[in-house]
């Protein structure tokens, strides 16, 4: 058995973070000596963190982030390697594969047109039903979304960085595959971490190997696509179209381009909302929190190696 003195910080924000270390058994104090858990509650608060962890938090153990995506700490968890470091990673994978799911039907059923329609319109829709869908990323989000896709029948392949049998998959395959896997794929779907090995993983060679009627959804990473090279190809409607609940920049500009392109759907990184967040991540707080104490393996921990 392991005692849990949570300190959470910034002070002041999400106070529902408090309820949950309580019920998962741990005692909250301050910020400072005494602490050997800290539950990090702001994911842009970083340079604050990065103060934290060089001053005053010699006694430390643990760091719980909020969100994730760890991205932006990236370089915090690397200067302190001796912490153990989780993150919300897991939490959000069934809100998010439910909107990836939207997002690939709105845009194969045409809604992204009906929507702006002012007339009524000629048919148009691409089926789902048995067809080949390619996702990148073999984590919590796959998983829930693989599940999600089992009644459509469809034909799944998934590309993950450490290629093993995923259930609901019809075969997982390295990154060095990801150009022959999406050949002629009616559906495409980004749900893996941002590190600098899928910064730009797709440009305009790999939008060009999809399908013509084809939708690319992403629900991970603005930077996981090259926005130039996909305004391109949307514009010459070489695919059907993109789906996106993250850009980049982000947020999408007013005046940029992707707003206007009728064959992109846009929204504003809402896969996750904050009313489906909270009772999530509480509960993932909670379970933590009891992990420790009881001195099982913790849940979400970051791979300091991997940057994820």
């Not at 064959?263 to 992990?291: D, F, K, S, W, Y």
Request: proline share 8%; glycine share 10%.
């Amino acid at each position: 058995m392991s005692e849990a003195r949570v300190a959470v910080a910034p002070e002041g924000v999400r106070p529902w973070i408090a309820d949950a270390v309580r019920s998962g058994g741990g005692t909250l104090m301050p910020v400072g000596p005494g602490a050997n858990v800290l539950i990090w509650a702001d994911p842009l608060s970083v340079s604050e963190l990065e103060e934290l962890l060089s001053g005053n938090a010699s006694d430390l153990e643990w760091v719980q982030l909020p969100y994730a995506g760890v991205e932006p700490f990236a370089h915090v968890i690397a200067e302190h390697e001796r912490l153990v470091w989780t993150c919300a990673k897991g939490v959000y994978a069934e809100p998010v594969a439910e909107h990836a799911l939207t997002l690939l039907l709105a845009g194969l059923r045409g809604l992204g047109e009906y929507g702006r329609a002012s007339s009524w319109s000629a048919p148009q829709g691409t089926n789902l039903l048995r067809s080949k869908v390619v996702i990148l990323g073999g984590g919590g989000i796959t998983t829930s979304l693989l599940r999600l896709l089992e009644p459509f029948g469809a034909e799944v392949t998934v590309v993950r960085r450490h290629p093993a049998a995923m259930p609901g998959a019809s075969r997982v395959v390295d990154v060095r595959a990801l150009d022959d896997a999406l050949d002629g794929a009616v559906g495409v779907v980004l749900a893996l971490a941002l590190t600098p090995e899928t910064t730009g993983i797709i440009a305009r060679p790999q939008l060009e190997r999809i399908n013509p009627r084809g939708w690319i959804v992403n629900v991970a990473r603005g930077s996981h696509i090259v926005t130039d090279d996909l305004v391109d190809v949307l514009r010459e409607g070489s695919i059907g179209g993109a789906a996106l609940d993250v850009t980049e920049p982000e947020p999408l500009p007013e005046g940029h381009p992707l707003w206007t392109l009728p064959n992109c759907i846009i929204t504003p990184h809402v896969g996750n909302t904050p009313e489906m967040a909270v009772p999530l991540l509480a509960a993932r707080t909670t379970e933590n929190i009891r992990r420790w104490v009881a001195g099982e393996p913790l849940i979400g921990l970051v791979d300091t190696d991997l940057g994820y």
